[in-house]
């Protein structure tokens, strides 16, 4: 092993070589290094001297031993565990909201909510006397619009409750051609002579009655016509309030059988060769016969603005198919259970103008709803039962005498 030396000269004074000495051991100590005495004191006069000492300091290299470098020691890289991803919770679908079919005036729960006050009767003219009733041109309110009408009221003495009251509900006459007089006499006659005040409204747009003529079919409107006259017939001091029937020829029929399904005021009523079918089936199943052909041919006539009701309906709701709750909503058939009286059918089975399975369809309908009912159809027989027409008025009569102006009637 190589040795270096190095001297370390140290002038002690007061101290002793002892102490002197003793310190050297120290520092070589501290150092790591092993002292090699080169000189010794000889006297203890020479501790007061100068000491040289001589240290030799012993190695294990050649090359000196490095001095460590403060190699910063690396701080470990974070690595950033990632966060880890919301799995994205799944994307609840709700099921969109049906849109609810828009309220349309034709709908029976709507035609309920509304108010059919009527107004009071205004004589317009007295008219030629019947055999034993008296005649009346008569107006009255409906939705503001001034309605004309016919009223015959039996002459005699007044039973103690007023007079029965049959609301007649004429079927389709072109508006323009109507009269308030014309047509219908025979049958209002029937009525009037066997004491019932008959009240038959020309309905707005018609004659000279103000509004517009809709049709009976696509709008409600004649129906409220109806209405307001069932209302405006009971203030007049000789009618009888709880004995109040309808008849209906026709278009007058559908009017008839809305109108019951409306209100509780009509006792009973009676149809002739009524459109009395459901919507749906007046859409699918109405068809007239030629007057020259034994052919069917739609009735809706897409030329014709009074049938153009149809093309409406179904363009704002959609067909039956499409919609059936709308079509439902507004046909007096779906609403059977809550009819305010008895019905009594009648259709000639040559009609060519309204099929009589929409009579027979009816009786079905309400049998199975638990109300009575009455069909008599006449063999061969045309859309106003012309060859049967004693038979048939005269088993109009006996129905309204039984359910209208029969005890069974009377205050309920």
Request: aromatic fraction near 8%.
């Amino acid at each position: 092993m190589k040795k270096f030396s190095s001297k370390v000269i140290a002038t002690l004074y007061p101290l002793g070589p002892g102490l002197a000495f003793s310190l050297v051991l120290l520092i070589l100590a501290a150092c790591g290094g092993r002292p090699v005495v080169e000189a010794t004191p000889t006297s203890p006069l020479e501790a007061t001297q100068a000491v040289e000492v001589v240290l030799v300091v012993a190695t294990s290299s050649s090359t000196p031993t490095p001095r460590p470098t403060n190699t910063a020691t690396t701080t470990p890289t974070t690595t950033q565990t990632p966060t880890p991803t919301n799995t994205p919770s799944p994307t609840v679908t709700s099921t969109p909201t049906p849109t609810p079919t828009p309220t349309h005036p034709l709908m029976i729960q709507f035609m309920r909510q509304q108010d059919y006050p009527g107004s009071e009767i205004t004589i317009e003219e007295t008219l030629e006397a019947g055999v034993n009733y008296d005649r009346y041109l008569v107006s009255y309110l409906s939705e503001g619009n001034k309605i004309y009408a016919l009223l015959t009221i039996p002459q005699g003495e007044k039973p103690a409750s007023g007079w029965p009251v049959v609301i007649f509900n004429h079927g389709y006459i072109p508006p323009a051609q109507y009269r308030t007089t014309e047509r219908y006499v025979a049958y209002v006659d029937a009525f009037a002579r066997n004491g019932y005040i008959v009240f038959r409204s020309d309905y707005r747009g018609h004659g000279n009655s103000e509004g517009e003529a809709t049709g009976g079919y696509g709008s409600p409107a004649y129906t409220i016509d109806v209405l307001n006259a069932v209302a405006a017939v009971k203030t007049l001091p000789e009618t009888d309030p709880n004995r109040i029937g309808m008849w209906g020829h026709s278009m007058g029929g559908q009017i008839t059988l809305r109108a019951m399904v409306t209100t509780s005021e009509i006792k009973a009523g009676v149809i002739w060769a009524g459109v009395v079918a459901s919507y749906p089936d007046m859409l699918e199943r109405w068809r007239r016969r030629s007057e020259s052909s034994s052919e069917a041919t739609p009735t809706p006539d897409p030329t014709n603005p009074r049938r153009r009701w149809r093309q409406e309906l179904v363009e704002t709701y959609g067909s039956p198919e499409e919609n059936p709750e709308f079509w439902a909503s507004i046909s007096p058939n779906s609403y059977l259970s809550d009819l305010s009286g008895p019905i009594q059918l009648h259709h000639g089975t040559a009609d060519d103008s309204v099929p009589v399975e929409f009579s027979e369809t009816l009786q079905a309908e309400m049998e199975a709803a638990g109300q009575p009912v009455e069909l008599y159809l006449y063999e061969n027989d045309n859309h106003n039962i012309s060859n049967s027409f004693e038979t048939a008025m005269e088993r109009s009569i006996q129905f309204f005498d039984k359910y209208v102006k029969g005890s069974d009637a009377v205050g309920s």
